[in-house]
């Protein structure tokens, strides 16, 4: 179909219409060019009028014509050029004897504007040129171009479409989640309550293990005298015996550096000198006799026999070594219990090196002057409690790291036990020293019997708690027992004499003190004991005269009374 629709040409007016496009049905849309006014005219096609020239009753009996349906010819029965002739469903297209050219056409059959009174509108209108159809679809064209709608082209239908479905779903879905996170809920409040109780009893366990272990405070195996053995023995603990060898004095100083790694705590263990051991030849000795005579191996295997433990090493620490160490870790700082004099001083009354009182800063020389200081008729009790101070403040001053703990011992160029490298031993004393700054190092002194057995409570529970070990001392009935009463005059006498009767072997016997004389006697009653009366006053450095025969002290083999003449040597 052409572009423009020229009415002109077939001879109905000089008025042309453009092709602008289609509606929704498919059809041509028209614009008329040329504007003019004209006047409304409705038009019914489906009423039965047949006006003369534009007429058109799709649906009656043409009268007198015999034509296609769908076309109107116009009164002189000529069919229009153009091949659409006069039939304009619309009204837009005038044709031959209408009432006049161009008066719009109304599908809906109504009159035209001079009739109904209307005003005239523009004549630019929109035009459609449907297609040949049925009466049906003639009547949705003419119907839809001028969208007036009316409530009765409505028809609302109230039963359920298929979207009813879809929301009746919807809610089926929105309260079956509903109740599945209901459920999620109650399943995790049910968690929650068994994590809780699990936690509980963990933490019920955990205090258990805290009290098994010993590690809650007040209740630790080694502060209760009742505790566990099978909790004490099950405790890891890393043990050193270190020696402290006064070169220029003489005599040794033991004690026994305990590092329990189950309850974190460290305990050093003062060992008095009159302890009794088994020496190598299976005779009883003390420890001061078998650092001596059997040396480090020897005295570290009669300590694990006696004590039950399992040494992994042994220090000897010789007073110059000591006085580096001290140098070397800055000092340390000790609650003193006596004023100690120098020992390199040349009269008497001079400024001790060592002054009495708390928070004495010490350097190396004068702890080395405290820590062997032994007052006049003190016991070597007191200087052994005085060397576990020093040791207590070194472990504070020394570094907690491995590395650098290893170092300080490296430097002191000291020929350590084979068993126990610098590299171990740098370790050991760092993780006392870690302990140490923190509280958790104490000092125990082991109490023993004068006759050198561990046969006390207190002994025993030391060295089951602290040691994890069980105290068996040698059997002293084998031994020679000897009592002594000191009557020179001097109370110390007795504790030096004591120490050497059991570092010769014998078990000793306090008999107290008696009046002053100036010569020593020394006693058997059984001629069977001479022997051993002759060994005893050899023994305490006696005069072979001295020994007689006579009545004893108690159950003692043999009794010793101490003359002035009675020359105590060291030990």
């Given at each position: 179909m052409n572009d423009r629709y020229d009415a002109g040409s077939a001879g109905y007016g000089a008025d042309q219409y453009e092709l602008v496009g289609y509606d929704e049905y498919g059809r041509p849309v028209y614009r008329q060019v040329q504007a003019q006014q004209t006047r409304q005219q409705t038009y019914d096609p489906y009423a039965?009028?047949?006006?003369?020239?534009?007429?058109?009753?799709?649906?009656?009996?043409?009268?007198?014509?015999?034509?296609?349906?769908?076309?109107d010819y116009g009164t002189d029965g000529r069919q229009p050029a153009s091949g659409y002739g006069s039939y304009d469903p619309y009204g837009t297209v005038p044709q031959q004897g209408g009432p006049a050219q161009g008066t719009p056409h109304d599908p809906y059959g109504q009159t035209a504007a001079g009739t109904t009174g209307r005003q005239p509108r523009v004549a630019e209108q929109t035009a459609h040129i449907p297609q040949q159809a049925g009466p049906d679809h003639e009547r949705e064209a003419a119907a839809e171009p001028q969208r007036d709608y009316h409530t009765e082209q409505f028809a609302f239908v109230e039963e359920p479409d298929a979207h009813s479905e879809d929301?009746?779903?919807?809610?089926?879905?929105t309260e079956n989640r509903t109740e599945r996170r209901e459920e999620a809920r109650r399943r995790a409040r049910g968690r929650i309550v068994a994590l809780t109780v699990v936690l509980a009893l963990v933490a019920v366990g955990g205090v258990g293990w805290l009290w098994y272990a010993g590690k809650l405070p007040g209740l630790s195996s080694e502060d209760s005298k009742t505790g566990s053995a099978t909790a004490a023995g099950a405790q890891k603990r890393d043990v050193i015996v270190v020696h402290l060898h006064d070169t220029k004095g003489g005599g040794t100083s033991t004690a026994l550096l305990v590092d329990n790694t189950t309850t974190q705590r460290g305990t050093t263990v003062l060992l008095p000198n009159s302890l009794a051991l088994t020496s190598d030849d299976g005779t009883t000795t003390t420890l001061a006799k078998s650092v001596e005579d059997d040396g480090s191996d020897?005295?570290?295997d009669a300590l694990d026999t006696v004590l039950g433990t399992d040494i992994q090493g042994t220090w000897r620490l010789d007073t110059p070594y000591l006085q580096n160490l001290v140098d070397l870790v800055g000092n340390i700082d000790v609650d003193t219990d006596a004023d100690v004099p120098d020992p390199a001083a040349k009269k008497k009354g001079e400024a001790p090196l060592v002054n009495k009182g708390q928070d004495q800063t010490l350097s190396g020389k004068m702890a080395v002057a405290y820590a062997t200081y032994r007052a006049p008729g003190e016991a070597q009790n007191a200087q052994l409690e005085r060397f576990g101070q020093v040791m207590q403040g070194v472990l504070r001053k020394m570094s907690s790291d491995p590395q650098a703990a290893t170092t300080t011992i490296q430097t002191l160029a000291q020929i350590l036990d084979p068993s126990l490298t610098d590299k171990d031993l740098g370790t050991f004393l760092a993780g006392l020293s870690d302990l140490a700054k923190g509280g958790d190092v104490k000092t125990?002194?082991?109490?023993?019997?004068?006759?050198?057995?561990?046969?006390?409570?207190?002994?025993?529970?030391?060295?089951?708690?602290?040691?994890?070990?069980?105290?068996?001392?040698?059997?002293k009935d084998a031994a020679v027992s000897v009592s002594v009463q000191n009557a020179t005059g001097v109370q110390d006498n007795t504790e030096k004499a004591r120490v050497v009767l059991l570092n010769g072997g014998f078990t000793f016997r306090e008999s107290g003190t008696g009046t002053v004389r100036a010569t020593s006697r020394v006693v058997y009653a059984d001629a069977a004991d001479k022997a051993n009366a002759a060994e005893v006053a050899k023994t305490l450095g006696l005069p072979a005269g001295s020994v007689t025969k006579g009545k004893t002290s108690g159950s003692a083999d043999v009794s010793v009374v101490l003359g002035q003449d009675y020359k105590p040597s060291a030990g």
């Amino acid at each position: 179909m052409n572009d423009r629709y020229d009415a002109g040409s077939a001879g109905y007016g000089a008025d042309q219409y453009e092709l602008v496009g289609y509606d929704e049905y498919g059809r041509p849309v028209y614009r008329q060019v040329q504007a003019q006014q004209t006047r409304q005219q409705t038009y019914d096609p489906y009423a039965q009028q047949h006006q003369q020239g534009y007429g058109y009753d799709p649906y009656a009996q043409q009268q007198g014509q015999q034509s296609a349906p769908g076309y109107d010819y116009g009164t002189d029965g000529r069919q229009p050029a153009s091949g659409y002739g006069s039939y304009d469903p619309y009204g837009t297209v005038p044709q031959q004897g209408g009432p006049a050219q161009g008066t719009p056409h109304d599908p809906y059959g109504q009159t035209a504007a001079g009739t109904t009174g209307r005003q005239p509108r523009v004549a630019e209108q929109t035009a459609h040129i449907p297609q040949q159809a049925g009466p049906d679809h003639e009547r949705e064209a003419a119907a839809e171009p001028q969208r007036d709608y009316h409530t009765e082209q409505f028809a609302f239908v109230e039963e359920p479409d298929a979207h009813s479905e879809d929301v009746i779903d919807w809610l089926k879905f929105t309260e079956n989640r509903t109740e599945r996170r209901e459920e999620a809920r109650r399943r995790a409040r049910g968690r929650i309550v068994a994590l809780t109780v699990v936690l509980a009893l963990v933490a019920v366990g955990g205090v258990g293990w805290l009290w098994y272990a010993g590690k809650l405070p007040g209740l630790s195996s080694e502060d209760s005298k009742t505790g566990s053995a099978t909790a004490a023995g099950a405790q890891k603990r890393d043990v050193i015996v270190v020696h402290l060898h006064d070169t220029k004095g003489g005599g040794t100083s033991t004690a026994l550096l305990v590092d329990n790694t189950t309850t974190q705590r460290g305990t050093t263990v003062l060992l008095p000198n009159s302890l009794a051991l088994t020496s190598d030849d299976g005779t009883t000795t003390t420890l001061a006799k078998s650092v001596e005579d059997d040396g480090s191996d020897g005295t570290r295997d009669a300590l694990d026999t006696v004590l039950g433990t399992d040494i992994q090493g042994t220090w000897r620490l010789d007073t110059p070594y000591l006085q580096n160490l001290v140098d070397l870790v800055g000092n340390i700082d000790v609650d003193t219990d006596a004023d100690v004099p120098d020992p390199a001083a040349k009269k008497k009354g001079e400024a001790p090196l060592v002054n009495k009182g708390q928070d004495q800063t010490l350097s190396g020389k004068m702890a080395v002057a405290y820590a062997t200081y032994r007052a006049p008729g003190e016991a070597q009790n007191a200087q052994l409690e005085r060397f576990g101070q020093v040791m207590q403040g070194v472990l504070r001053k020394m570094s907690s790291d491995p590395q650098a703990a290893t170092t300080t011992i490296q430097t002191l160029a000291q020929i350590l036990d084979p068993s126990l490298t610098d590299k171990d031993l740098g370790t050991f004393l760092a993780g006392l020293s870690d302990l140490a700054k923190g509280g958790d190092v104490k000092t125990d002194l082991l109490p023993v019997q004068n006759d050198g057995t561990l046969s006390t409570q207190a002994s025993a529970a030391i060295v089951k708690n602290v040691l994890g070990g069980t105290a068996k001392s040698p059997d002293k009935d084998a031994a020679v027992s000897v009592s002594v009463q000191n009557a020179t005059g001097v109370q110390d006498n007795t504790e030096k004499a004591r120490v050497v009767l059991l570092n010769g072997g014998f078990t000793f016997r306090e008999s107290g003190t008696g009046t002053v004389r100036a010569t020593s006697r020394v006693v058997y009653a059984d001629a069977a004991d001479k022997a051993n009366a002759a060994e005893v006053a050899k023994t305490l450095g006696l005069p072979a005269g001295s020994v007689t025969k006579g009545k004893t002290s108690g159950s003692a083999d043999v009794s010793v009374v101490l003359g002035q003449d009675y020359k105590p040597s060291a030990g």
